[in-house]
């Protein structure tokens, strides 16, 4: 899906990837953290009433202070400090780097944030595999 946007897009305007391998890698971690938080609600979800929930009360919030509509640091400081709480401001950031070359903190820094967020998540996903008595039956 992601090279159907990137190919229609080019076809409209002039782009470039400045650097395409931490722009793939990103991609990549996006996909995985994404995909670890679908397994994680679906194992813990128990109608789709709870992934509506989820999605309005949590994602929706997590996208608008993530920086994508505008930067961060315009926010007063303690939205600021709130955001970079946020898993979905370092995937924008990142891929915002990755595009155009431009950060505003150390990049170094966030892809560890991903890379221990997914990490974390797949140990959480073993847990819930292992005391879910859902998925048991």
């Known amino acids: 899906i992601v090279v159907l946007v990137l190919i229609t897009a080019s076809l409209f305007t002039h782009f470039s990837i400045k ?14 953290l994404f995909a670890l938080i679908g397994v994680m609600l679906g194992v813990v979800a128990r109608s789709f009433q709870d992934f509506s929930w989820i999605s309005n009360f949590i994602m929706t919030p997590l996208t608008y202070f993530s920086g994508i509509f505008y930067p961060v640091k315009l926010l007063p400081p303690i ?5 970079t709480f946020n898993p979905l401001y370092y995937i924008n950031t990142e891929l ?13 820094l ?3 944030i991903l890379t221990l967020l997914i990490i974390l998540g797949y140990v959480l996903l073993n ?6 008595y859902a998925v048991r039956e």
Not at 127 to 132: A, E
């Open 19 to 32: 650097y395409p391998w931490l722009w793939l890698y990103m991609v990549f971690l996006t996909i995985v």
């Open 79 to 83: 939205w600021y400090t709130l955001s």
């Open 96 to 108: 915002r780097y990755s595009m155009l070359g431009v950060y505003n903190g150390n990049w170094v």
């Open 110 to 112: 966030s892809l560890w």
């Open 127 to 132: 847990k819930l595999f292992q005391s879910t």
